[in-house]
């Protein structure tokens, strides 16, 4: 029963390049979550997402920045034309599909280092 | 916007020692949820308790909940090494609804040294 698995673990850019980071939710779990974290602060929320479909996208910045999540196969957070602001850890957590209380299980994170 | 507050923002303690973190937020809520952080890995889900509950326990973690002052408190007791990390409040405001989204607060790190 695998876990949220996120990739790449690190990823490396140079400026004006797309980076696209992978989620698959763990198996069950339709919500998915995105969020950026920078050394020494909280989690900063980007997009929520289901299957096919943004829910939530406030966190988001409007340009460069965009997310989905395909009925198959894992959700994609692609930002295009990276600049060295980007780099931070990338974490995707996902939510089981089932109404009740929400608690995420988290993936590893993809580590963005945009030189 | 994050409406989680932890306090303080950093704790070092020896080991054996009891470690208290708090978290302060702003709206109604839901529930409101830990979860730990170790470094450069993804956080784990350590305790949820209800807006009707005061008190919860799981091993050796205590959490406790004042919805009249907006305030929570996570108590690990016996700390060991390995419990070093950060640890988060997220809260499910009760306006939510629907909307399954969880607000953090910024973390408590926690140093247990040997």
């Known amino acids: 029963n695998a876990g949220v698995m996120q990739n790449p673990r690190h990823l490396v850019r140079r400026r004006g390049q797309e980076a696209r980071l992978r989620c698959s939710p763990m198996k069950g779990h339709s919500h998915v979550y995105w969020y950026r974290q920078l050394p020494e602060e909280g989690l900063k929320f980007m997009v929520y997402l289901q299957k096919e479909n943004i829910i939530d996208e406030s966190g988001m910045p409007k340009e460069r920045f965009s997310a989905e999540f395909p009925k198959e196969g894992p959700s994609i957070l692609r930002i295009q034309q990276v600049v060295r602001g980007d780099s931070a850890a990338y974490f995707c957590a996902s939510s089981p599909r089932e109404t009740g209380e929400l608690r995420l299980f988290f993936g590893s994170g993809t580590q963005l280092s945009v030189l | 916007s994050q409406q989680g507050e932890e306090d303080p923002q950093a704790l070092s303690i020896q080991e054996g020692e009891n470690a208290t973190m708090n978290c302060s937020y702003k709206t109604s809520i839901n529930n409101l949820q830990w979860y730990r952080q170790n470094s450069g890995r993804g956080l784990v889900h350590l305790i949820l308790?209800?807006?009707n509950e005061r008190e919860k326990h799981s091993g050796r973690l205590r959490v406790t909940l004042d919805t009249s002052k907006k305030s929570s408190s996570l108590l690990i007791t016996a700390s060991r090494a390995a419990d070093t990390a950060s640890y988060f409040c997220a809260t499910v405001p009760a306006w939510a609804g629907n909307n399954r989204k969880l607000i953090w607060g910024l973390g408590t790190s926690l140093a247990v040294n040997p």
């Open positions: 308790i209800r807006s």
